[in-house]
């Protein structure tokens, strides 16, 4: 009952704050317009009806809502949406007026008296096949306008198309734009992301920063896809469930379903619903002149919406294995797809189980657990026994016990040598190394990180804040590799060095965001490979496998000469584990086989627990909650917000016992480790390698305390004594 009267009356606040906004709006523009009623509400924007006083006319006012305002920057977003009103063509929705008021942005469009393309689907279901050639054919010539201008929509859809007379008009063109360049990592505070699942192409569902005319392409072929046969060429009960369909599985044939489409018309279709770019319409005119040519009819291969085994979905053999543990599910196996398309058939899929007890069961830590021997026939974790110390394990796959590394207790975060015959791990901040066949625990270097991989060479390669570092494996003083931008907000994360010793896999993260990347040796240069995601592996055959934010583990074939990826991700896994500090819980052996631990990132609830046992909720959204600490006098709570889906970013909150109110204290997507100061005015925590301090009633901007030159975050434990 509590939480929902906090609910209330936050919601009443919010309107009180929206009514306020408005109405300062409305007395700001009195001269200019008059603000008549509101006409909906958007995923970006509240629309209401105007009438334009200057020139006698109604007119649509968008009020941006005021939380995606406040992140990009009212000044940034009204310079970047200039480019808007610059678009003159009969089928876009063009941008009469645009400006700010305290804060409260907006823009004019034209009021179109008519509906729009979703309204008719609505309706109507499906359009005749003339029909939906012509609005097809009318948007497309919209987008190579905008497109031989530089602009990309970026969210083509229905709901965007407005119908006038008959005829489309394209609006909130350039909006989109306008909030990814100026949002950046920092949209997904809002609450909102950039484009529709149903309509997204598969680069941008993949979280491709740089988009092309490819991308609008592929969504208007989805818009067209609808209107032939009454829905989307993906469906699903999820955003994550329609966007894995987007990347994976093809659409089904469109004569199967409607016998009156001609044949040219559905192959023009399915080229701009192509996964890779390079096999769509180069533009949206050649796609719209497509539907003109006879000649472009050919056969299709008709396949079914059903969701594809691991099988079908991948070429050449595969084997695959399930590897359970109490409370952590660890899969092990082949890429049966990752392998020469000349191989003509895949054997199926086989899992089995085995479940740890007793001595040498998994437990998880800091980092990766658990690593896989290069050619994929061992495995080593890290697992507690009867005493509960905690130590390595390995296991072959043809034995059934597990059997203690002597001299690891302790120890975290494994790595194979290239050849298999030696372990890395760290070791009291210690990066150390052992010989499986046995023999001492030898220390290679002080160096503390918590992402050391075995490279040729017998070099051991990682990252801190400071940039990527190798070291020889028999010791010796860390050499930097490569440094990352600082003004960038950029860093490098859990390194992964090809076979081949020219380049090394890294997780890029700027600004929070992660996309993958690869540094060049010798001469440590950056190479954006353009998609998002993180902790990418190699994988022998030319393959580099990723983790998605959602715990989906994705591979693709990968050019290590033009860093570039050479076909559409496809997915591997689901429900890969993360931790604290956004580690993959995984190990991928060169061979394709995968350890990881499994289970959702489930949100998490607030709770205080009192000793005789009585746990009382606290009334706040379940979100990834993470170190909770209580103020010296045990009224306040301070702790970190994880935001897994929006990147790798983390804030500190702080929660008020007695009176029940949130408050966020950092903005800077990089705090962690909160500790109060005795007075339990402040709090003292880490970011990007250094120490603030920030005062919790939210007054002034934070102090900085201390620099610790190239240290990793998590690696500075503050003291206790205030």
């Given amino acids: 009952r509590g939480g929902r009267e906090l609910d209330r009356g936050a919601e009443g606040e919010s309107d009180t704050a929206v ?33 334009d006083l200057r020139h006698d006319r109604k007119v649509a006012l968008k009020v941006l809502r005021a939380e995606l305002a406040a992140v990009i920057g009212a000044a940034r977003f009204l310079q970047e949406i200039k480019t808007t009103a610059n678009l003159q063509h009969p089928h876009i929705l063009a941008l009469h007026d645009s400006g700010e008021v305290d804060g409260t942005v907006f823009y004019v469009m034209p009021y179109v008296e008519g509906e729009s393309l979703r309204d008719r689907l609505t309706r109507e279901k499906q359009l005749s096949v003339e029909e939906a050639v012509r609005i097809t054919r009318e948007v ?93 060429p993906f469906t699903g009960p999820t955003a994550q469930a329609i966007l894995a369909r987007v990347v994976t599985e093809e659409p089904r044939s469109l004569t199967l379903q409607r016998k009156t489409i001609p044949l040219h018309v559905e192959a023009a279709v399915i080229m701009a619903l192509s996964k890779l770019p390079a096999d769509r319409f180069a533009s949206a005119a050649q796609f719209a002149e497509a539907f003109g040519n006879p000649s472009l009819a050919r056969p299709i291969s008709h396949t079914t919406s059903t969701a594809p085994s691991l099988a079908s979905v991948r070429r050449g053999p595969a084997t695959w294995a399930l590897w359970a543990a109490v409370l952590a599910a660890v899969a092990l196996g082949a890429w049966g797809w990752l392998r020469p398309k000349s191989v003509p058939r ?85 990066i150390r190394k052992v010989a499986l066949a046995g023999g001492a625990v030898t220390t290679i270097s002080e160096a503390s990180t918590s992402s050391p991989a075995w490279g040729l060479g017998d070099l051991i390669y990682f990252s801190t804040l400071a940039g990527l570092f190798r070291v020889s494996a028999a010791g010796g003083q860390p050499e930097l590799v490569a440094a990352p931008d600082s003004a960038k907000g950029d860093s490098y994360r859990w390194p992964d060095p090809l076979p081949d010793g020219k380049s090394v896999l890294v997780t890029l993260v700027r600004q929070g965001a992660p996309s993958l990347a690869a540094i060049s040796l010798p001469d440590g240069r950056l190479h954006e490979i353009g998609q998002g995601g993180m902790y990418p592996r190699w994988v022998d055959g030319g393959f580099i496998a990723f983790v998605q934010t959602d715990g989906t583990l994705f591979g693709a074939r990968y050019d290590a000469r033009r860093f570039r ?57 379940s979100r990834l909650y993470v170190g909770p600490r209580f103020s010296p006098d045990g009224q306040r709570l301070a702790f970190q917000v994880l935001d897994v889906a929006g990147g790798l970013l983390v804030d500190l909150w702080t929660y008020d016992l007695r009176s029940g109110s949130l408050s966020r204290a950092t903005f800077d997507s990089a705090s962690i480790n909160p500790e109060w100061k005795s007075d339990g005015k402040r709090l003292v925590y880490l970011s990007r390698g250094r120490v603030f301090s920030i005062a919790t009633d939210g007054s002034g901007a934070p102090e900085s305390l201390l620099a610790v030159p190239g240290r990793s975050i998590g690696e500075i434990q503050p003291g206790r004594d205030g």
């Fill in 140 to 232: 497309a010539s919209a987008l190579d306008y905008a497109h031989r201008h530089g602009v990309i929509h970026r969210d083509i859809k229905p709901e965007n198309i407005l119908l006038h007379d008959g005829s489309a008009l394209v609006a909130d063109f350039g909006i989109a734009l306008a909030a990814s360049r100026t949002g950046a990592g920092r949209m997904t505070e809002t609450g909102m992301s950039l484009g529709t699942p149903h309509y997204m192409s598969p680069e941008q569902a993949m979280g491709e920063r740089e988009l092309d005319a490819r991308s609008d392409v592929y969504a208007l072929g989805c818009v067209a896809y609808e209107m032939l046969s009454g829905e989307p």
């Fill in 19 to 51: 009514s306020d906004a408005l109405n300062r709006l409305t007395a700001a523009l009195a001269d200019r317009y008059r603000i008549e009623r509101e006409l909906g509400q958007g995923g970006m924007a509240t629309v209401y009806l105007a009438q």
């Fill in 346 to 430: 895949a054997p199926p899929v086989t899992r089995f189980s085995i479940e740890f007890v007793g001595a040498g069961r998994v437990v998880d830590a800091q980092g990766s657990p658990l690593a896989v021997s290069p050619d994929g026939s061992r495995i080593v974790y890290l697992g507690e026994n009867a005493t509960g110390s905690r130590a390595l394990y390995t296991r072959a796959l043809d034995r059934e016990d597990p059997v203690e590394i002597a001299g690891t207790v302790g120890a975290m975060a494994p790595f194979f040598s290239p050849d298999g015959a030696s372990l890395g791990f760290i070791q009291d901040n210690r």
């Fill in 565 to 621: 990826l050479t076909s559409a991700p496809g997915p591997v896994a689901e429900g890969v584990r993360f931790g604290p500090a956004f580690p993959a819980k995984l190990g991928i052996a060169r061979t394709g086989a995968v350890a990881y631990l499994g289970g959702q990132n489930t949100l998490r609830e607030l709770v205080v627990v009192e000793r005789p046992g009585r746990i009382t909720p606290i009334a706040v959204p």
